[in-house]
């Protein structure tokens, strides 16, 4: 036994390198048939896939999620607007959008997700802090405002939320045929370079515009 | 938009104008480095005035470790004060031991014997290769290479085990004392010494290849916190800092005492940048300069030990009796070269045998007072460059 | 006797409550129940886990595979809801299956497959395992980080907990930090204080979640899964500068800054480079793109011509930055910033940030290895284990040792880990506005030249003619070249260690 223990550390060794042989070997299923969860690949031409992602989340479950992350918009959109200080409302903000983007995701855009995080939630959020904290007068700023501010700006909430009430009840809604609802990054690509080729430009001459301009702008000190 | 309503902490400070509002401007913030800071090497606090990363202004302040050191001589034998002078540059106990002793036996007139000259300038230099050890492994810290100050450390510990066998003591020697050195070498000492001599001077080409030479080491400290020559002498520095700016002065070798002038040594400068084993961006008085002329020294100190070792002559180790020093009505001063720069002593006596007046020149004091003038209009990354390069040790500073 | 005034509040013994409290009691009684048993058999308990670690995670992998071949697969055309639950299959169906592939002990193990067959029960299980994946990785990194870092500074590192070479230690800094005050300044903004790790910390363990550790070894296989990956590693940003701002301490606002300074100059070059493989392969799932370079080391997509190889590099790099590791470690740099963002952080918040950062150290070396280094395979080529393998459990096994498996992935992450480490503690910390040089006005157009020399290449060189094949194997004979360059030098200088760092070292500081 005292042997045994002696040499417990060789042993377990052994049983380790037999484990990962063990372990890497599942992986190489590369055979592994699966119908259900992987869809085939998106083939040039072809009609889109069926919407796999979707199918795995069952309608229970998606509902919980949609009312946990639309509670979760709705709550932290109001925040944003009764928050007085300034990186308390880009927190609010950054949840906003995350609870948005999660949204997407469950209705399976999951390239609008994605995108909507990288680019809101992870890129010009953390600027405008950056921003905020970087050419104010003080990192703690905080906003206030005046009575005629307030009465101003209720009156154009107001207004909004008429026009959209309006529109949300008048508008007569395309049913969802339950299909084709996903879009598959290639088909992005391949929309944006063929058929909306001349707004894609348009738009990124813009940026680049943009972009000069503000080099030039921050250039003048 | 709403109006801006700024509130502000009550620490933080405004320098704040209606006209500009609307611009966009950074804000001046005042923030306190140190006194407990890990760059700041103990407990000084630099005071910085900042915009964004951008230093405008920093002031040091000095005192928290002030400890009476001058007015404690007054009151002790000089034989009793001698530990305490290892308290003040607690880094270089060997070197301070020495200006004291010495400036008391020019005072009093001993005959010290060739012996502990000897032992006295091996010691000495020792210490000067474990004070710029530990300058050299911290400046690396500074810069966030925390490898060589492992490696330095390691050197330096060697170092101290030697100083053990020969005091007993790791940092507060108090083994060079009035009139020579309290013991005599142990056995096979120079042998061991030897030794270590020959393990050490390989290991600083491999420091210069892991920090000195380093790219974003030379990217850091090059062209940083530029001292000119002018400079540096009209601020009254002194050591390594004065020598980085290119001026050539060491009082080993401008007036020696002691026995330095028996000895070959160079006394490396500052180099202006493509000099032979100097990167191109280097400026003459900048922090690689500094940096550099400390790893420099310590080979030329190992040069130093080496020669000594052979002329090691025979005979006592001390002029005897240390004890009730009667002190003429006289005084001295005595500046000797410490691992930071010009060590002075003033000692006035009268008669008795406790001095009237002590006074420490020391030299990380002068050489923190020109951080004002370098840290200003630099980044905040460069003030741990700029401190360290300086190397100064508070205990001496506020002593 | 009367209590003493002191200008700050007496406080008693704290007692912790709530949560923390259950956490740090249940993390004592453990240890004190687990502490004679761990000093008992160090080594083994350390390597058993890896063996059940390792063992349950295959066993969960044949259970599910087992369920889809022999019971769903079986019908897999069956689609009308009939069993409890609005489950597909029923007890009796899986029973029959169940027989059909000659299972022991009929009758009972229906009960056991019933649940597999709901996506829901498999993604919890899975997500368990994530998450326990998750928490070990950063405590053997950070475990790990300290051996090296101790190897490389002639010392030895953690020794004493656990008895073997300290492998636990970082458990017990876990408990420890669990014990400790969880402090918040006064004056702070102590919602988004608190909030702050949590931001930081759960995007990390999210890029987990479609990071492929093999060809079915994913939790959901996104088609878009580098661009969320990127986007989880953007977020944690956020945390960063959320913790350094509500810490009410400048040194902290400066971490924040830093952070937000130096995302802004890596975030471009790093999201150009992992457009290479993307524009080399064509899809953005990296699935698809591990598993085009099976093909031997030849076909790794960082060999695959010049310009990817630079790629690999300068995302490398800017890797770095994205983790926050030296030289780029500015937003925390401790002998400028104190600790910079997470000064005033403590306890288990505090190791919260650690954790999320190891995770990412991880996240971005997974993404290097699938995109650039040839994902889950081995050097050697799958048709070779096609031709002289067969599909028994055997072959299965040699196929995973020496082909291609989670455990080749895994190997290539530590060893990119490793590098990491190894060049933290060797190089000095780079200034604040260098960083925004190298990144922009040195890496930025670089990538776009890189970017542009790609795509020209992929255009006008034919695949596989003579100039793609020249290129591809003069950098496969480089590479090769430069991985035994290392492990030789690594091996000369373990089997030189006395003659390098001379018999005064080895004699003085043992291990070095």
């Known amino acids: 036994m ?220 | 938009m709403a109006t801006t309503v700024i509130e502000t902490r009550p620490d933080v400070l405004i320098d704040f104008d209606k006209e500009s509002q609307g611009d966009v401007r950074t804000e001046e913030m005042l923030i306190n480095m140190g006194p407990q800071h890990p760059a700041t090497h103990g407990v000084l606090r630099v005071v910085l005035r900042t915009d964004g990363e951008l230093i405008l202004e920093s002031v040091p302040h000095i005192g928290y470790l002030h400890r009476c050191a001058e007015k404690i001589g007054e009151n002790l034998q000089p034989y009793q004060f001698i530990p305490y002078t290892d308290r003040m540059d607690y880094l270089a106990g060997m070197n301070n031991n020495q200006a004291y002793a010495i400036a008391i036996e020019q005072l009093v007139g001993i005959e010290v014997p060739e012996r502990a000259l000897y032992i006295r300038m091996i010691f000495a230099e020792l210490n000067r290769i474990a004070s710029h050890l530990v300058a050299f492994g911290t400046y690396g810290l500074d810069m966030g290479a925390f490898t060589p100050f492992l490696y330095s450390f390691r050197e330096r510990e060697m170092i101290l085990d030697l100083f053990e066998s020969a005091c007993g003591a790791r940092l507060t020697y108090s083994y060079i004392n009035v009139g020579g050195v309290h013991d005599d070498l142990p056995d096979k000492f120079l042998d061991v010494l030897l030794e270590y001599l020959d393990y050490f001077e390989p290991k600083v080409a491999e420091y210069n290849q892991l920090l000195s030479y380093n790219h974003i080491f030379v990217k850091r400290t090059a062209n940083v916190g530029v001292i000119s020559a002018a400079d540096a002498v009209g601020w009254a520095l002194t050591g390594p800092v004065l020598r980085g700016s290119g001026v050539n002065w060491d009082l080993r070798k401008s007036t020696p005492y002691e026995i330095y002038d028996r000895f070959e040594f160079d006394v490396p400068v500052g180099l202006p940048g493509g000099s032979e084993g100097v990167p191109q961006s280097v400026v003459v008085g900048d922090c690689w300069c500094r940096y550099m002329v400390r790893v420099l020294e310590m080979l030329q100190s190992c040069r130093i030990i080496r020669q000594a070792i052979k002329q090691m002559p025979d005979g006592p180790h001390l002029a005897g009796k240390l004890k009730n020093l009667k002190l003429p009505d006289d005084e001295i001063y005595v500046e000797i070269e410490n691992p930071r720069g010009q060590l002075g002593f003033y000692v006035r006596g009268d008669g008795s045998t406790i001095p009237a007046r002590v006074k420490a020149r020391g030299p990380s004091f002068c050489n923190i007072s020109i951080l004002n003038h370098v840290g200003s209009g630099c980044l905040l990354a460069d003030i741990p460059a700029i401190v360290g390069s300086i190397d100064i040790v508070m205990g001496e500073v506020d002593r | 006797m009367t209590q003493m005034s002191v200008p700050w509040r007496p406080r008693g013994k704290v007692r912790y409550t709530g949560l923390s409290g259950l956490i740090a009691g249940f993390a004592r009684a453990i240890y004190g129940m687990a502490a004679p048993v761990v000093r008992a058999f160090p080594g083994s308990i350390l390597l058993g886990a890896i063996f059940t670690v390792i063992l349950v995670g295959w066993a969960h992998f044949l259970l599910f595979e087992f369920a889809d071949n022999h019971l769903i697969g079986a019908d897999s055309n069956i689609s009308a809801v009939r069993g409890f639950l609005g489950a597909e299959l029923t007890l009796a169906e899986i029973e029959n299956g169940l027989a059909v592939a000659g299972a022991p002990a009929p009758g009972v193990l229906q009960y056991a497959f019933y649940p597999i067959q709901f996506r829901i029960v498999r993604d919890l299980l899975s997500a368990g395992g994530i998450l326990g994946f998750i928490s070990v990785i950063p405590l053997y990194t950070i475990w790990w980080e300290r051996k090296v870092a101790g190897r490389i500074q002639s010392r030895t590192g953690p020794m004493r907990v656990g008895g073997w070479h300290g492998w636990s230690q970082s458990m017990a800094d876990g408990i420890k930090l669990i014990n400790k005050e969880d402090f918040v300044p006064d004056h702070a903004d102590g919602v988004l204080f608190r909030l702050a790790p949590y931001v930081a910390f759960v995007p990390a363990i999210l890029a987990f979640f479609a990071l492929p550790f093999g060809t079915y070894w994913v939790f959901r296989e996104l088609d878009v899964a580098l661009v969320f990956i990127l986007a989880m590693l953007g977020i944690e940003v956020l945390g960063v500068i959320l913790a350094g701002w509500a810490s009410n301490n400048k040194w902290s606002v400066y971490g924040a800054m830093r952070e937000a300074c130096q995302m802004v100059s890596y975030e471009i070059p790093m999201g150009m480079a992992l457009l290479i493989p993307v524009m080399a392969v064509g899809t953005l799932s990296m699935t698809e793109i591990g598993n085009v370079q099976g093909d031997g080391w030849t076909s790794w997509i960082v060999f695959r011509n010049p310009f990817t190889f630079a790629a690999a590099v300068v995302y490398y790099v800017a890797a770095l930055a994205s983790c926050k590791r030296a030289p780029f470690d500015l937003p925390e740099s401790e002998s400028e910033l104190v600790s910079g963002f997470h000064t005033e952080y403590s306890g288990f918040r505090w190791s919260l940030f650690f954790f999320g950062e190891y995770a990412a150290m991880f996240v971005v070396s997974g993404l290097c290895v699938i995109l650039f280094l040839g994902a889950w395979h081995s050097p050697l080529p799958m048709s070779l284990a096609d031709r002289f393998l067969g599909d028994d459990l055997l072959s299965r096994a040699a196929k995973g040792l020496f082909f291609s498996g989670p455990l080749w992935f895994v190997l290539k992450c530590v060893w990119l880990l490793y590098v990491q480490i190894w060049i933290r503690w060797t190089l000095p910390r780079i200034r604040i506005d260098q960083v925004l040089y190298a990144c922009i006005q040195y890496m930025l157009p670089l990538m776009m030249v890189i970017l542009l020399g790609h795509t020209l290449y992929e255009l006008l060189v034919p695949v596989h003619g003579i100039v793609w094949t020249f290129f591809n194997i003069a950098l496969s004979v480089i590479g090769g070249a430069v991985m035994l360059f290392l492990v030789s030098i690594a091996c000369y200088g373990y089997l030189n260690r006395v003659k390098l760092v001379g018999w005064l070292g080895v004699e003085t500081l043992p291990g070095s």
């Open chain 1, 2 to 221: 005292k042997t045994l223990m002696r040499y417990d550390k060789t042993i377990l060794a052994g049983l380790l390198l037999a484990a990962m042989a063990c372990c890497s070997a599942s992986a190489v299923a590369q055979d592994y048939p699966d119908p259900k969860e992987r869809p085939e690949r998106v083939v040039e031409g072809e009609a889109v896939p069926q919407d796999a992602y979707r199918s795995e989340v069952t309608p229970v479950v998606e509902s919980v999620l949609f009312y946990i992350f639309g509670g979760a918009l709705l709550l932290s959109a109001v925040g944003l607007c009764i928050c007085r200080d300034v990186v308390r409302m880009a927190t609010c903000l950054f949840f906003t959008l995350g609870s948005a983007a999660v949204l997407y995701l469950l209705l399976g855009a999951f390239f609008l997700g994605a995108i909507q995080l990288i680019v809101y939630a992870g890129g010009t959020l953390i600027l405008l802090v950056f921003g905020v904290m970087l050419t104010n007068k003080s990192p703690w700023v905080r906003f206030d405002c005046k009575p005629a501010e307030m009465i101003a700006a209720a009156g154009v909430a107001i207004v909004l939320f008429f026009g959209l009430a309006t529109m949300l009840t008048t508008t007569e809604w395309a049913q969802s045929t339950g299909e084709a609802r996903s879009t598959t990054v290639a088909q992005f690509g391949k929309a944006l370079l063929t058929t909306y080729l001349v707004p894609f430009e348009v738009a990124s001459v813009m940026l680049l515009v943009v972009m000069i301009a503000a080099a030039y702008m921050a250039r003048q000190e």
